[in-house]
DNA sequence: CCCCCAAACCTGTCGGACAGGTTTTGCCTG
DNA sequence: CAGGCAAAACCTGTCCGACAGGTTTGGGGG
């Protein structure tokens, strides 16, 4: 279980009849996929799930063209309308809260782009806590790294005032239906804001 | 680029003023999530995105019971039921065939599961290439490993013939409609295959 | 011009060493 | 007996040197 201890390296290059070297480098290997945690003079320890690896690993697809944005939020379509739909039945009381707060904070930081991005990040991720599935946010967390390097592109390409105010007004009244326990909107309306993302997107020539 | 060599550890070493056993082990942690390739007295190249280390944190997250099957299965039919939406429009007449006769094969192992599982997971496989969007790839062959270690629990609650039956001729409707270019039918189709996978499981008594 | 072989290069593994950081132990005090 | 404290034991991170194979390269011979 997360937070149990493994055996010590030495220990283990005894038993496995392998030299240190060999258990540290294994040992690496399971940290970087965040299966184990490292620490100094801490035995290893089992790892809570997380989504930096994940992150690094789509970066890395992306990087090297292997995916690119459009598929990208494809995926993120597909997914976050999911999350939504089930966001609006299952989020507690104290989520629909937290999502009602962080679009409101959306809003008011409109003319702040850098901030805007991470509440931004922060509303999707509260989305795919409220679905209750770890999957939907370890997903949702992959995408991150990657969303933060794209985003300036598509909110660049919303050059009118009139276009940003539709990217903040949907994203309040999506927390207004999920907070209304409303599945039905609430998907329609996170499609609509994928549609015009990609659209975005689109038009700023991104392949 | 994939493929691209990377400077070899002694120079990297020695530009870092950090010692060999630092780069080796930053190298194994790029190589446990796959983003670079390590082969014995060849340098380090770029990699390919693989599923591999996906998978070990997929079946990290289920043995540690931070995820649930059920959880599993929602995400996979939601990102299946866009493949196959996907697949229906984009497939080239190459990936129909083997879509089909992927379907073939499993109605043929019907009697031999494990060869029907590995069928299935081929035949899934297959569609998510046919959608032509890596990413969805990426996560099909993430969750297979964890799928390979829970579809025996789903055909041993499937005990009747009919049930089998059922569940090896939905898969033959969804080649069907993806070689028919008819997204919509195939799309229901995999809703329904998931809706009854599910209610397997559930009758098996996954929580 | 091509082929083959040796040299140079490179990675995988080993052993030993030591600087810090953490946990355990055992003693001492109240 | 309980609690606290200091030393000892333990542990990880990093370094160095060495060597067994595997791979690449370059030169010489045909």
Redesign the interface.
Same mark, same amino acid.
């Given at each position: @279980?997360?937070g149990d201890k493994l055996p010590s390296e030495a220990l283990l290059s005894k038993e496995l009849h392998v030299s240190r070297?060999v258990v540290?480098?294994a040992f +690496?290997?399971? *940290? *970087? @996929? +965040? $299966?184990i945690e490292l620490a100094v003079g801490r035995r290893a320890t !089992? *790892?809570?799930?997380d989504h930096g *690896?994940?992150s690094? @690993?789509?970066e890395?697809?992306v990087h090297?063209?292997? $995916?690119n944005i459009q598929? $990208?939020y494809? !995926?993120r379509r597909? $997914?976050e309308t +999911?999350i939504v739909t089930?966001a609006a039945i299952r989020r507690s009381d104290a989520e629909a809260a937290e999502i009602l707060a962080l679009a409101a904070r959306m809003q008011a930081s409109i003319a702040d782009p850098a901030a805007l991005l991470e509440h931004d990040l922060a509303f999707h991720t509260a989305l795919a806590r409220a679905s209750r599935?770890? !999957?939907?946010s370890?997903?949702i967390g992959a995408f991150q790294g990657i969303t933060r390097q794209t985003w300036p592109i598509g909110w660049k390409s919303r050059p009118t005032q009139a276009a940003r105010d539709l990217m903040v007004t949907t994203h309040v009244d999506i927390s207004r239906a999920v907070a209304a326990s409303d599945p039905q909107q609430a998907m329609v309306l996170m499609s609509l804001h994928f549609d015009e993302s990609v659209r975005a997107l689109l038009t700023a020539g991104l392949s």
């Open positions: @279980m997360p070297t540290r480098e +690496r290997s399971l *940290a *970087a @996929m +965040r $299966i !089992v *790892a809570q799930i *690896a994940m690094l @690993m789509i890395h697809g090297t063209d292997q $995916i598929q $990208i494809d !995926v597909t $997914i +999911r089930l599935n770890p !999957v939907y370890l997903l």
